[in-house]
Every structure is written in structure tokens, then in C-alpha cells.
């Protein structure tokens, strides 16, 4: 699995959009990027994935960089229940352990 | 949605008892994982199953041990409790289609005194 960089920790207005990034600059051709978080005492949640091209669902869109380098993910109208550690994982299948690096600590502040 | 279920959120049990956590899943999955999760050290995965009656050790087993009668269903058994399985206790599951995430449950909190 290529190994991700994260920023420990961002603030947020809420309401405002959080745009958490992730540099991933080994990543091969057929890993995917994956983004979960998880709040204080609860399991991970997954949030989105991608290849190569940008994703959006419900929770959140994923931007990925042409070059692969790099994703931002972006929660577009942030909430206090929004407040979590998020998890970037770059891996070509889910299939065995997950690793998550420290993360980054998102605090959404009113 | 992906549904996957843990039995408690929070049990205590006493030194040498053998305990039982039970996992469902609704979505059909192939793939089922236990991991325990601790401060400083992350996710950490136990076993891991990737059909009925299937199970591949993960990276802290001992101690553990599994069982999956029915696809949806995986126990994790630890035989006699000791303090330092005091943890928190994750489960997930996924397709077989390897792109597709893992989903993990609320967890359980299980202490050991």
C-alpha cells in the first residue's frame, strides 16, 4: 500500500466547506484512494473512493490530482457532527488489513 | 446501506471468562474481519474470513479464536480473558470485489477485570 501524508489536525466554520488533503506521491496505477473517518468512540466510517476520476455521493465529493499525487476530500457544507479524525488509504484492494495512519482531526467550530 | 452489527457496545467480564462477541452483516459479503483498536497503536487485524467456515489469521491471533458457520455471521472467541484484551473491538466486512470498502460496525468496548 502506498503510504499517505496527512496534516494532523485542521479547523472548520460550520457551514463552510472542509477540504481535507492527502498527498499519496507513490501511488500505482491500480490503487484506489479510499477516505474514512471516525468519531470519538465510534467504528470507521467509510466515506468515498476513487481511481483516477472525481466521485461525489451524499457525504462528500473526492478530487484526485491528474497526476495521482495528491486528493482533497471535501465536505461541502460542514456540521459539528462532522467532527472526526479522517483517514486517507491508498490500496489496490480491500480485501486484506486496512492501516490507518494518524489521520487528520477535523474540528468544525460554530 | 451497509449494515453491519455488533452484539454489545460495551461488556465487562472477568479475568479467565471466555467471551463471545458476535458480528452480523446484511449485505451479503464474502469478506469479514475482527480488529481491536487501541490508543498509539491503531487498528490492528485478529482474523479475517474470506467465505463460511473460513479463516486466515491476522496479525495478533493469539489468544483469539474465530468462527463463521453462516456468511453473515463471524464470532470472534477469546478463550480465557486476560486485562491486556481490554480493548475496543472492530468488525467489518466487504465484498469480494476488490475495489469495494470495508464497513465496520459501532464497535464494542470490552473491558477485562
Known amino acids: 500500500d502506498a503510504k499517505t501524508t496527512q496534516p494532523p489536525s485542521m479547523d472548520c466554520a460550520e457551514g463552510r466547506a472542509a477540504n481535507l488533503p492527502c498527498n499519496h506521491s507513490t501511488i500505482s496505477g491500480n490503487e484506489y484512494v479510499y477516505w474514512y473517518r471516525q468519531i470519538h468512540s465510534q467504528g470507521p466510517q467509510y466515506i468515498i473512493h476513487g481511481l483516477k476520476n472525481n466521485e461525489t455521493n451524499e457525504m462528500a465529493s473526492l478530487i484526485i490530482t491528474e497526476d495521482r499525487k495528491s486528493s482533497t476530500l471535501i465536505l461541502p457544507h460542514a456540521t459539528l457532527r462532522d467532527t472526526a479524525v479522517y483517514y486517507c488509504i491508498v490500496r489496490a484492494s480491500q480485501g486484506g488489513k486496512l492501516i490507518f495512519g494518524q489521520g487528520t482531526e477535523l474540528s468544525v467550530k460554530p | 446501506d451497509v449494515k453491519v452489527t455488533q452484539s454489545s457496545r460495551y461488556l465487562v467480564k472477568r479475568t479467565g471468562e471466555k467471551v463471545f462477541l458476535e458480528c452480523v452483516q446484511d449485505m451479503d459479503h464474502e469478506n469479514m474481519f475482527w480488529y481491536r483498536q487501541d490508543p498509539g497503536l491503531g487498528l490492528r487485524l485478529i482474523y479475517f474470513?474470506?467465505?463460511?467456515?473460513?479463516?486466515e489469521k491476522g496479525d495478533i491471533p493469539e489468544g483469539y479464536s474465530v468462527s463463521r458457520e453462516k456468511k453473515e455471521r463471524f464470532s470472534l472467541i477469546l478463550e480465557s480473558a486476560s486485562t491486556n484484551q481490554t480493548s475496543m473491538y472492530l468488525c467489518a466486512s466487504s465484498s469480494r470485489q476488490t475495489n469495494q470498502p470495508q464497513h465496520f460496525g459501532d464497535g464494542t468496548r470490552l473491558s477485562i477485570l
Open positions: 474470513s474470506y467465505d463460511v467456515k473460513m479463516k
